[in-house]
């Protein structure tokens, strides 16, 4: 069994909740919103990403028999609950912003709108889908920022928290504009672009450095990334140049060396050289090694002759803010509006729209959240996506949402592109949903 697949991927309450509600005959229409409430520090925006996933959960929402026969034999739910669950499939609307959106605190990434039952069981997982690809597509977007164009790869899945978590890293990252990974699952499923070199082991596992790197040419004749730092960096950059002059003669070139650890910026500056007087000036400088937007920005700013970078486990992880504050919160039941109230945890209540207002240099100006029906001359962000259970188009391709991550990035103001925390983005509340909640809280 596929454990991502399973509807009972899930918190205990949401099954417990279900039943009370169908006991109670509680089963009318609900109003739930994603958003995030605050911004980790020394962050200064998101990247919506996971949608597409979430959308599939809800497509293919059901009960195996299997599943039915043990919710059964638990001795924990009722046989109505049960019987409930048998034919369930989701019904309801999705409105959402489209992945690579750029978003801020307070701002619903998405909202669902379907009979209570059915939107209180989908919350554990579609919280665990755009938390976790949003984390990542918010971190490597920090790192692409400072990058200034260089390319990036994921090399994070050995360190990611389990199989899937490596997998939608690749693709998060490759949203928010990552070249390529090294996962191949993510080649397979995504269509993302394949990297990759050696490992220390291929060299460890020769007699001779040398032979480990013509063996691996001649095994790698198009992709010929040696990794040169096992033993000594500079002294294995002067093999490379040596064994280029063999390899040419059989039609095969060096395309470029890898290092991965030490001091980077000092070992390319040597290794340039070496290559650059050993007649190899087209063969690139590749570094991994514990990367994070953090040591690319200082690596970049030092001038360090780096032609791309590998960044795996920080941006995997997120390894700064590994969680994000997020919630999903009833805003509306049966035709009331709803809010939260909670020391801290304060929600606006009702359906909402997010506009945004853009600056006379197509820089983002401002976004105003209202009422869904508080009509406003800004772009709407919120788009109907699912309609009773359907999708009302294909989903765009992963190469079109890295597109619009592209355009969204480019559309940042300067000062919210650092990795410093600035004074945050200007995000409005309208009078009309302030009115609202004033309504809700005289009614509650």
């Known amino acids: 069994m596929n454990p991502s697949a399973s509807a009972l991927l899930t918190d ?9 509600y169908l006991e109670q005959g509680m089963d009318g229409t609900a109003v739930f919103e994603f958003f995030v409430r605050k911004l980790p520090a020394h962050r200064n925006f998101f990247v919506a990403a996971g949608l597409e996933q979430v959308l599939d959960s809800l497509s293919r929402l059901h009960f195996t028999k299997e599943e039915l026969a043990w919710l059964d034999q638990s001795g924990r739910f009722s046989s109505r609950l049960v019987h409930y669950l048998e034919t369930l499939k989701f019904t309801g609307d999705v409105d959402a912003m489209p992945e690579g959106t750029l978003f801020f605190p307070h701002e619903p990434v998405l909202r669902i709108v379907a009979p209570l039952p059915q939107a209180q069981l989908v919350e554990s997982r579609v919280m665990n889908l755009l938390n976790f690809q949003t984390m990542v597509a918010s971190k490597a977007a920090r790192a692409v920022l400072v990058a200034r164009g260089k390319p990036l790869i994921d090399f994070g899945l050995r360190r990611a928290h389990g199989a899937e978590a490596g997998l939608f890293a690749a693709r998060a990252s490759y949203l928010a504009g990552f070249v390529g990974t090294a996962t191949v699952l993510a080649g397979m499923t995504y269509g993302i672009p394949l990297y ?4 220390h082991s291929f060299v460890q596992a020769h007699a001779d450095e040398t032979l480990a790197f013509e063996h691996f040419a001649h095994t790698q004749p198009d992709n010929v990334v040696l990794l040169i730092d096992t033993y000594d960096t500079e002294a294995a950059a002067s093999k490379v140049v040596s064994l280029s002059r063999t390899l040419k003669a059989k039609g095969i070139t060096v395309k470029g060396i890898r290092l991965d650890s030490g001091d980077l910026a000092d070992h390319a500056r040597k290794v340039r050289c070496i290559l650059d007087e050993g007649g190899l000036p087209q063969a690139q400088i590749l570094a991994s090694g514990n990367l994070d937007e953090y040591r690319l920005r200082d690596l970049i700013q030092v ?32 035709g009331q509006p709803c809010r939260k109230r909670s020391e801290g945890k304060v929600t606006w209540p009702g359906r909402k729209q997010v506009y945004r207002y853009y600056a006379n240099d197509r820089h983002l100006d401002y976004d105003i959240v209202t009422t869904h029906d508080d ?3 800004g772009e709407p962000l919120l788009q109907l996506v699912m309609k009773n259970g359907c999708r009302l188009a294909p989903s765009p391709g992963l190469a079109e949402l890295r597109r619009h991550a592209a355009a969204q990035l480019g559309q940042l103001p300067e000062p919210l592109r650092s990795l410093e925390a600035v004074p945050a983005y200007d995000t409005r509340i309208s009078t009309a949903l302030q009115r609202l909640a004033q309504t809700v809280d005289r009614r509650v």
């Open 12 to 20: 205990l309450y949401e099954l417990t909740m279900a039943q009370a």
């Open 196 to 199: 990759g070199t050696m490992a």
């Open 303 to 334: 001038g360090a002759p780096i032609d791309s970078f590998a960044v795996g486990t920080a941006m995997t992880t997120s390894s700064d803010a590994p969680s994000l504050d997020c919630a999903y919160k009833l805003q509306e039941y049966a």
């Open 375 to 377: 009509h406003l001359p």
